[in-house]
């Protein structure tokens, strides 16, 4: 169906590497959500993006994180010199406009060892 | 700290109960969600309430909110074994994204 796809969907690293994730929200969608959720806990928020405004960047837990969304569509998180706490499940959500109904991929599973 | 905070943390019930879940909330909002999440899946959305709603319906799904006691309950009624999921409550209170709570895990025995 035509619905948030993330990739990959696990990704296992060794500490100190950087790694990319990769969201592609629904077509139309304007705004685009990365979420952090660790095993059996709710999310964290890490940036969101509106249409051509600035992305809010607010929730991201250092400068070792980033992200972009080009053309407005295609997301991806970076995350630099990767740290054993960066393990978790990331997931992205993409909404019409900000705050509706958010639909979600089903999250890149990274393990950092 | 979590603007969400679901209650309780863990659930578990017959086939045919009805299943009550609580979330709090600490400022004001726009609107509120709940959301249903399966193992090892994203969330799917359930319900979203506004601020000036005080029920709202969806087939076995009833969702209050009593803006002054900021919380809300989701009620799911004639639970089934698929019910079985993590539930989370999300508040809007326009600033940022939603703000998610801790969630409710459900565990419906057939």
């Known amino acids: 169906g035509a619905g948030v796809s993330q990739s990959p969907s696990n990704k296992v690293t060794e500490k100190g590497k950087d790694v990319e994730l990769r969201c592609d929200p629904i077509?139309?969608?304007?705004?685009l959500y990365w979420y952090r959720q660790s095993l059996g806990q709710g999310l964290e928020f890490l940036i969101y993006?509106?249409?051509?405004?600035?992305?809010?960047k607010s929730g991201l837990p250092s400068d070792r994180f980033s992200a972009e969304r080009t053309g407005g569509s295609v997301s991806t998180l970076t995350i630099q010199r990767t740290q054993q706490e960066d393990s978790a499940v990331y997931l992205c959500?993409?909404?019409?406009?900000?705050?509706?109904?958010?639909?979600f991929g089903d999250g890149t599973r990274l393990s950092i060892l | 700290s979590q603007q969400g905070e679901e209650d309780p943390q863990a659930l578990s019930i017959q086939e045919g109960e009805n299943a009550t879940m609580n979330c709090s909330y600490k400022t004001s909002i726009n609107n509120l969600q709940w959301y249903r999440q399966n193992s090892g899946r994203g969330l799917v959305h359930l319900i979203l309430?506004?601020?000036?709603?005080r029920e709202k319906h969806s087939g076995r799904l009833r969702v209050t909110l009593d803006t002054s006691k900021k919380s809300s309950s989701l009620l799911i009624t004639a639970s089934r074994a698929a019910d079985t999921a993590s539930y989370f409550c999300a508040t809007d209170a326009g600033r940022r994204a939603l703000t998610f709570g801790s969630g409710t895990r459900l565990q419906v025995q057939p």
């Open positions: 077509s139309g969608h304007t705004a």
């Open positions: 993006f509106q249409g051509n405004s600035a992305p809010d």
């Open positions: 959500a993409s909404s019409l406009e900000h705050n509706q109904p958010q639909h």
């Open positions: 309430i506004r601020s000036n709603e």
